[in-house]
Each structure stands twice: as structure tokens, then as C-alpha cells.
């Protein structure tokens, strides 16, 4: 029987000790990690580097993701991030899909939720508010 394969979803510079840790967790339970920078994902140069990450959601079995304080690479596909497309490819594509959140961007959130038409806001834990009109998508 094939080992489920896990396709890791996230920024990678800010969380690449997340992606290391998750990455030990998933193949001690038996599955196949997928992340790219492990040179799992094959790459052409016929498209954007992203659009194979967003093909090889779909030869995996499930999809994790990690959203931090960073919001990442820009996606051709406005706006989100490649990280957050990922995410959506997933859904579109019926897989399952677990995100976790870090927990200082968490309840920033919910109190991003409560300012968020105020231009004023100035937030402490992520780069960008996008990471957390994102994570209001996500929840609805």
C-alpha cells in the first residue's frame, strides 16, 4: 500500500524549523513529506515555479499548512501569496486540509477582527494584513 503523501504548506524562511519539525512528524507517522525546497516538487520552465507547487496538491492525499507572521511570495493571482493559494488549490481540489496558526498571529487576528476597517491599525506580529484578511477567508 502507498504511503499517503503530505504536502507542507507555508512561508519558508520565517518557518523553516516548523517545516523541519513537521516534516520529522509526518514521515514518523509513515507518510511521504512533499515540501519544496526538499526537491519534491519537480519544477519546469515552461510555467511559474508556483503553478507546479499548485500541481503537486494534487498528486498528494492531504495538505498542511502553517500560516505565521509573514505573508511570502506575491502569487501572479492576486491577492494572495503563494503559500495562501496553496491552501485554496487544496479546498478546490477537495483534499484535506489542516492549517495551523501561530499563536501570537492568532490573537493579533482577533484583534485585527475588531479594527479592521481602521487604517490605523498597526500590527505587531505579521508583515502584512493580508496574512490576516486571509485567515478571516479561511474561517469563513
Same mark, same amino acid.
Given at each position: 500500500?502507498?504511503?499517503?503523501?503530505?504536502?507542507?504548506?507555508?512561508?519558508?524562511?520565517?518557518?523553516?524549523?516548523?517545516?523541519?519539525?513537521?516534516?520529522?512528524?509526518?514521515?514518523?507517522?509513515?507518510?511521504?513529506?512533499?515540501?519544496?525546497?526538499?526537491?519534491?516538487?519537480?519544477?519546469?520552465?515552461?510555467?511559474?515555479?508556483?503553478?507546479?507547487?499548485?500541481? =503537486?496538491? %494534487?498528486?498528494?492525499?492531504?495538505?498542511?499548512? /502553517?500560516?505565521?507572521? +509573514?505573508?511570502? @511570495?506575491?502569487?501572479? !493571482?492576486?491577492?494572495?501569496?503563494?503559500?495562501?493559494?496553496?491552501?485554496?488549490?487544496?479546498?478546490?481540489?477537495?483534499?484535506?486540509?489542516?492549517?495551523?496558526?501561530?499563536?501570537?498571529?492568532?490573537?493579533?487576528?482577533?484583534?485585527?477582527?475588531?479594527? =479592521?476597517? %481602521?487604517?490605523?491599525?498597526?500590527?505587531?506580529? /505579521?508583515?502584512?494584513? +493580508?496574512?490576516? @484578511?486571509?485567515?478571516? !477567508?479561511?474561517?469563513?
Amino acid at each position: 500500500m502507498a504511503k499517503p503523501r503530505v504536502f507542507l504548506s507555508s512561508t519558508f524562511y520565517d518557518l523553516r524549523y516548523v517545516r523541519a519539525d513537521m516534516e520529522r512528524f509526518i514521515r514518523e507517522l509513515g507518510y511521504e513529506p512533499v515540501l519544496s525546497e526538499r526537491g519534491q516538487v519537480p519544477y519546469g520552465k515552461l510555467e511559474a515555479l508556483e503553478q507546479y507547487c499548485y500541481r =503537486e496538491i %494534487n498528486m498528494c492525499d492531504i495538505v498542511v499548512s /502553517v500560516v505565521g507572521g +509573514r505573508f511570502g @511570495s506575491p502569487s501572479s !493571482e492576486r491577492p494572495y501569496s503563494v503559500s495562501q493559494l496553496e491552501i485554496k488549490t487544496a479546498h478546490e481540489l477537495h483534499k484535506q486540509v489542516y492549517v495551523f496558526v501561530e499563536k501570537a498571529v492568532l490573537v493579533e487576528y482577533r484583534t485585527w477582527l475588531g479594527n =479592521e476597517g %481602521n487604517r490605523d491599525f498597526k500590527p505587531q506580529y /505579521v508583515d502584512d494584513t +493580508r496574512v490576516y @484578511s486571509f485567515l478571516k !477567508e479561511i474561517h469563513e
